[in-house]
């Protein structure tokens, strides 16, 4: 259970970089307002190669940050079930903690922002076009785009990377996802990047934001488990986990 506090600050400083990034671009008088899309996922990319540096000095040497990676992983027998359920829920942990971090660092731009939906767009995902099917769909798909190129990232078949190399491409792929598929849903690939964030908006006393979508919710949750659990199975197939 050592890898815990690293999933729990891996977590943390990944979702604080990437709604802050969020939150830069979307938020009325910020100085990165209306930066656009592809400030958002490059941000990203950088706040995963930043969570997962972190993970790994705090003590997770998997250094999953996020549910769907961890599931996959319990899968291919790296952690039991409960060890499993503990990292996850460290990790919702992290990203509850997150949201709390960016509305603090953002507090006088939220009396300033008029609409409640970008306000909850800082903290978590929303489809573009509302069909549950669809999002469900393109969810499931990034996450699959996610994990099983890690699996390609670290596979002996690669050969040796250089010494903390990884991390970045990870953070390379990341960014790309978002570029590539995070256009219908914003691309939560993550159940705590989403989840942790969305509970922080819900329970903090932000001027004007409405409500947390719990109707949307569901789905960057489910969606991302279900890809982790197909990641496994293709990786599997092809030797590569």
């Not at 506090?5 to 979307?26: H, K, Q, R, S």
Request: hydrophobic letters at 55%.
């Amino acid at each position: 259970m050592t890898n815990l506090l690293g999933e729990f600050i891996g977590t943390l400083v990944l979702v604080t970089f990437g709604d802050g990034v969020v939150a830069n671009a979307l938020l009325n008088k910020s100085k990165g307002q209306n930066a656009g899309w592809i400030h958002i996922t490059v941000g990203w990319g950088a706040a995963v190669v930043m969570g997962v540096f972190a993970a790994i000095a705090c003590g997770a040497p998997q250094a999953d940050i996020n549910p769907a990676v961890t599931l996959a992983k319990m899968l291919a027998g790296t952690y039991s079930m409960p060890h499993a359920v503990m990292t996850m829920a460290a990790q919702v942990a992290g990203g509850f903690c997150a949201g709390v971090i960016v509305w603090l660092a953002y507090l006088g731009h939220w009396d300033e922002t008029a609409d409640p939906g970008l306000k909850l767009a800082v903290f978590s995902t929303g489809p573009a076009i509302r069909n549950a099917t669809h999002n469900f769909i393109t969810e499931a798909i990034g996450t699959v785009f996610l994990v099983v190129p890690i699996m390609f990232i670290f596979s002996r078949n690669v050969g040796g990377l250089a010494p903390g190399f990884g991390p970045f491409l990870v953070g390379w792929l990341v960014m790309v996802i978002g570029m590539a598929l995070g256009g219908p849903t914003g691309y939560a690939i993550n159940p705590a990047r989403d989840l942790g964030p969305r509970i922080a908006h819900a329970v903090l006393p932000i001027a004007g934001k409405g409500d947390s979508d719990w109707g949307y919710s569901w789905v960057p949750v489910i969606a991302p488990l279900v890809g982790g659990a197909i990641a496994f199975v293709i990786a599997r197939a092809l030797g590569v986990m």
